[in-house]
Structure formats: structure tokens, C-alpha cells
């Protein structure tokens, strides 16, 4: 991961991998799963990967196979910020993206540091699942937060706030048919999780 860092780093762009992937590494645990970000456009991260999926499924840009796993990577070229030049506070909106706390740990590989412009370090320490107060909810994307919170509660252990559960339990339960396969698959991930009970 630092040579992926420093190559971008040498395009003049910024690099870090973010969400559930930090927050395994952050705990010393593998991850098969590499979840990125970059503010390089998708033009220039086509030229430095032989193989690369632009059509992903995910809220990623583009899919590229590495030894050992998968980077799913985020581009976002009107961030603004250079390397050596984003300060913590810069970064606070990019790790506000993520819906719970536990997740808004970056990790920058060339210099090997994770970052924690929100506080995190703290809720995934206690393993205390917190929402971010600044994403906002899209009915669409509620139910989807929904079973991802009782997947972090029954696979990783993790203890809900009573403001989540709170917030959870308005959550309604999607009835359009479209929405079925993302039922269905969150009601899969929590069933086969480690303690589902």
C-alpha cells in the first residue's frame, strides 16, 4: 500500500483507505476488502492499473484487483487538498462520510499513520457504534444503515448507542419491490454472522 500511496502522492494527489478496511487494520486484522479514496480523477487511476472494473455495484469508482485482495476506490477530484498540504481539519468532511464512527479512521499508507480528524479512536476502542451527526439519511440508504448497524452488533461485537437504536427503530422497512435484493442480502450478512441471536 505505501507504493500505491507514493504513486499517487507523485501525481500530486492524495491517498488514503478509509471505512471498515481502517477500522480492520486499525485492530491489527486482515482485510480482503481494501476500501480507498482519492481526489485523482478516474482518467489518471485507469493509467496506473493494468486491470481495473469501472462499473462496480458499490459507492466506489472503480474496482482494481491487487495480490491478496480487492481495492475498491473512491475518486473524488473536486476534493481539494495536495499532499503534505491537507490538515486534520481538512479531512474532517471526508471522514464524515461514513455513517458510524467506527468507521471514520483514515489510514495514509506512505506514512503509515491513521488519522482521526472525528475522534473515532475512542467508540472503537469501547466498541461503542455511534452515527456521525453530519450524514444525512436518505430514506433510500436507511435500510441498508440499518442491517450494516445489527451486522456491526452481531459479527463485531459492537455495542449500539441508545440515540442510534433510537434512530433506528423509525427506520421503516423498505416495501418496493426494487428494494428486495438489498434486503434481502443485508438480512443474509446478519443471519450468517457470528452471533445472530
Not at 488514503?16 to 480492520?24: I, K, N, S, W
Not at 477530484?77 to 483514515?106: K, M, N, S
Not at 452481531?154 to 427503530?169: I, R, T
Request: hydrophobic residues 40%; aromatic residues 10%.
Amino acid at each position: 500500500m505505501a507504493e500505491l500511496g507514493r504513486r499517487f502522492h507523485a501525481g500530486g494527489y492524495l491517498f488514503f483507505l478509509t471505512g471498515e478496511t481502517v477500522r480492520q487494520w486499525y485492530r491489527r486484522r486482515p482485510s480482503p476488502v481494501l476500501r480507498g479514496w482519492t481526489n485523482a480523477d478516474l482518467l489518471w487511476v485507469a493509467g496506473q492499473f493494468e486491470e481495473s472494473d469501472f462499473t462496480p455495484a458499490g459507492d466506489w469508482s472503480v474496482s482494481v484487483p491487487l495480490a491478496g485482495g480487492i481495492l475498491e476506490l473512491t475518486c473524488d477530484p473536486l476534493f481539494h487538498g495536495r499532499p503534505g498540504r491537507a490538515r486534520t481539519a481538512d479531512l474532517e468532511p471526508l471522514a464524515a462520510r461514513q455513517p458510524f464512527t467506527v468507521h471514520a479512521l483514515l489510514h495514509e499508507p506512505v506514512s503509515d499513520r491513521f488519522l482521526d480528524p472525528l475522534g473515532a479512536r475512542a467508540d472503537i476502542q469501547r466498541g461503542v457504534l455511534r452515527r456521525i451527526s453530519q450524514t444525512p439519511w436518505t430514506a433510500r440508504a436507511r435500510a441498508g444503515l440499518l442491517f450494516e448497524a445489527v451486522w456491526l452488533e452481531c459479527h463485531e461485537g459492537l455495542e449500539p448507542d441508545p440515540a442510534l437504536l433510537a434512530e433506528l427503530a423509525e427506520v421503516p422497512m423498505p416495501r418496493d419491490r426494487d428494494e428486495m435484493p438489498a434486503v434481502r442480502s443485508g438480512l443474509e450478512k446478519v443471519l450468517t454472522s457470528r452471533d445472530p441471536f
